[in-house]
Nanobody
Framework: QVQLVESGGGLVQAGGSLRLSCAASGSIFSINPMAWYRQAPGKQRELVAAITSGGRTNYVDSVKGRFAISRDNAENTVYLQMNSLQPEDTAVYYC?????????WGQGTQVTVSS
C-alpha cells in the first residue's frame, strides 16, 4: 500500500504563485509515474502534469510555461510549482502515483485563485 499526502494549497490572487507537495509513504519500491490532476466544480478530472522516475515530464497545454513539476526520488515526493495563476486554475488538485500497475490517489488540496 502507498499513501499520498498533499500540502500547499490555498487562496491566492491572480498572477500569484503556489507550490504543491505530495509525499508518498508506505510500501514503496518503484513509483512511476507521479502526477498531478485537478478537478474544477462541474468538470471532469484532468491531468495537469506528470513526471517519470527518470525526469521526463508532460503538461496539459493550458499550464505550459506556467507550471513546473519536479520530483525527489530519494524522498518519494513530487512537487508542482504554479506561477502566473489564473482564476481558471481554481480546482481541487490531486496527487497520483502508480506502482506495480496499481493507481494511488491523494485526498486532494484546494487551490483557489481570485480575480
Amino acid at each position: 500500500q502507498v499513501q499520498l499526502v498533499e500540502s500547499g494549497g490555498g487562496l491566492v490572487q491572480a498572477g500569484g504563485s503556489l507550490r504543491l507537495s505530495c509525499a508518498a509513504s508506505g510500501s514503496i519500491f518503484s513509483i512511476n509515474p507521479m502526477a498531478w490532476y485537478r478537478q474544477a466544480p462541474g468538470k471532469q478530472r484532468e491531468l495537469v502534469a506528470a513526471i517519470t522516475s527518470g525526469g521526463r515530464t508532460n503538461y496539459v497545454d493550458s499550464v505550459k510555461g506556467r507550471f513546473a513539476i519536479s520530483r525527489d526520488n530519494a524522498e518519494n515526493t513530487v512537487y508542482l510549482q504554479m506561477n502566473s495563476l489564473q482564476p481558471e486554475d481554481t480546482a481541487v488538485y490531486y496527487c497520483y502515483a502508480v506502482q506495480s500497475g496499481r493507481v494511488y490517489w491523494g485526498q486532494g488540496t484546494q487551490v483557489t485563485v481570485s480575480s
